[in-house]
């Protein structure tokens, strides 16, 4: 299916971007559009046609597409970028890696823990709760997302941060493009307000045993998906 075709299933004013910060914003119109599965794997993101479709010039299209390069979410070709395919094999290396990653990345949050890193994952909790009554399912992926980013940024560590997103890309998008495999996501939401609560209070330790949980689950999750 075409990037036009793609784009003209979106509602009505959803792709006009504020010239103040196309880049970003093409960028994070692009990315969820990915995760959500939109634009499936596989689709060639040509920059002029992208461009045109955002009405934007090439410049900040180019610059949005190597950033998602950069994410793990698009990958570059002798003929041009394309979504990433993932294969079964590429989820487990990804996701072994990651548990060591978002391991470090609890137990240096938990450390750096104050009042407005708490109200942040409290209210990230308040807009997944919302999106799960709603049944939104493009609101709660996004919630997901940034639950995680907030750790990493409670984090401290700028190393830590980069190396996250060079992986997280492409499992989000997997699992995203897939959640007719998750079915109870009342149990993921009470994974994210274990983890939250150990980060708040300062407790290293809890928080790298929800964060194992948590992630054992997504590992079950992904490994349904492949059978």
């Known amino acids: 299916m075409s990037l036009i075709t793609l784009f003209s299933q979106a509602a009505p004013g959803a792709?006009?971007?504020?010239?103040?910060s196309l880049k970003n914003q093409s960028t994070e119109l692009l990315r969820?559009?990915?995760v959500s599965g939109r634009i499936p794997p596989g689709t060639k993101l040509a920059e002029r046609e992208l461009a045109d479709l955002l009405g934007i010039s090439r410049m900040p299209a180019r610059d949005a597409l190597m950033d998602l390069e950069r994410e793990g979410l698009v990958v570059s070709k002798p003929n041009g970028r394309y979504v990433i395919e993932v294969s079964k094999e590429d989820v487990q290396n990804l996701l072994q890696v990651r548990l060591e990653l978002e391991k470090l990345a609890v137990t240096l949050a938990a450390q750096h823990t104050c009042p407005a890193y708490r109200a942040a994952l409290e209210t990230n909790l308040q807009q997944m709760r919302k999106a799960i009554q709603q049944n939104d399912r493009n609101a709660y992926i996004k919630s997901d997302l940034e639950a995680h980013e907030l750790i990493w940024q409670q984090a401290h560590n700028p190393y830590l941060l980069k190396m996250l997103h060079s992986i997280m890309g492409p499992?989000?998008?997997?699992?995203a493009s897939h959640t007719e495999f998750q079915t109870n996501w009342h149990e993921t939401l009470q994974m994210h307000e274990a983890l939250a609560s150990a980060i708040s209070v300062g407790d290293a330790a809890r928080a790298v045993k929800s964060i194992e949980e948590q992630l054992e689950n997504s590992r079950q999750l992904s490994l349904r998906i492949f059978v």
């Open 15 to 20: 792709l006009k971007l504020d010239r103040s």
């Open 32 to 34: 969820t559009y990915i």
């Open 171 to 175: 499992i989000f998008m997997f699992i």
